[in-house]
């Protein structure tokens, strides 16, 4: 039995996450044992009405957590590792991760809906998400991988029906008025980038102390403002250092010839004749990879990134940089990599986007940042991963 109290935090994380590990191992072996008890039908055998209440005697569970217990296996046995020795694993690299206590069964779950959408090969890909992510990240990473791979496949011959057009609905109702909206996804973006800067929590201050309004308050009065400001259409907010915007980030190859597609600083989609549209409206910035450049280096003369190079952090970084996290721009500041009181610059190759949470988490933690070939690249203190594996962001990348 380990001591806890004589562990250091380094060695008693390294300790929980080699006991997580064993877990899933032996989490693995009863998975495999339900399914053949299953298989051989032993209520029946023993006279039960189903084998959750066979387990209800056995291990002491109730239904419910039977239940749960017996589709986890069901999934092991048909998505990944079918029972009996002459059949050959569905998915051989996930049931080799599974069998080394890698992957929780939510892991297994995720995986096992991804590989439904690509092709076989891919699931060393998957697999590898799933070692360094929790299943959340996972699922994303191969909706974006599965689109990927299909992004180039030809067009179905039955044209799809036009998607509906942007709905809303206002009622009045004991003295107040109720709003719904339905948005499409390049206006949504617009209206998320307007709303964000107005809903943020107001600072403590002595007199009003912290600002206890829920999220939905918060944005229910930013909706407010949005609406006086609209009526001085000439004082609209900063946000990020510069007056509200919605960039769109594609190849400037894409965007002369009409192709490919356009990202949203939301991390949506938008084809390229639309792109071009848009880049003529104002209070929208083209980013156009491989276009003009603007100053990207202050040096020395302040620690205040400037909006010129916010915006080209934007089309790099696409949003927080840090692995596995979806903010988007606007939810992110500035980060010298090498910070400015020792010596750093403020400029593109000494920063890096980060969302509130992860730049507090680099500034307190274990955690490491680098730019490596220009890429945001990140390194994990030694309790989670001992060789410091390097990781990236692969949510926000292109």
Known sequence: MIETRLLSTDELLSSLVDEVTEIRVRENAALQMLAELDRRGVAGELGYKDLPHVLRHAVRWDLHTAKRWIANAALLANEITPTGSELAPVLPLTAEAVAEGALSIDHVAVVAEIMKTVPAEHEVTVVGYARDFEPATVRRLGTKLAYTIHQNDPEPRDPKPAPPGNQHSMQWKNGKLEIRAKLDKVTGAKYEALLDPLAKPRPQTPDEGPDLRTREERQGDALADLIDLMLRADQLPEHGGEPVTLTLTMPYEDLANQVGHATLDNGDRVPADQARQLACNAG???MVLGGAGQPLNVGRK??????AIRRTLVTRDRGCAFPGCGRPPRQCDAHHIQHWANGGDTSV??????????????HQSGWEVRLVNGIPTFYPPAWLARQRSPRRNLINTA
């Open 284 to 286: 929208i910035i083209p």
């Open 302 to 307: 302040t620690r205040t990134f400037p909006a």
């Open 349 to 362: 190759d000494n920063a890096v986007l980060l969302c509130r949470h992860h730049h507090t988490l680099i």
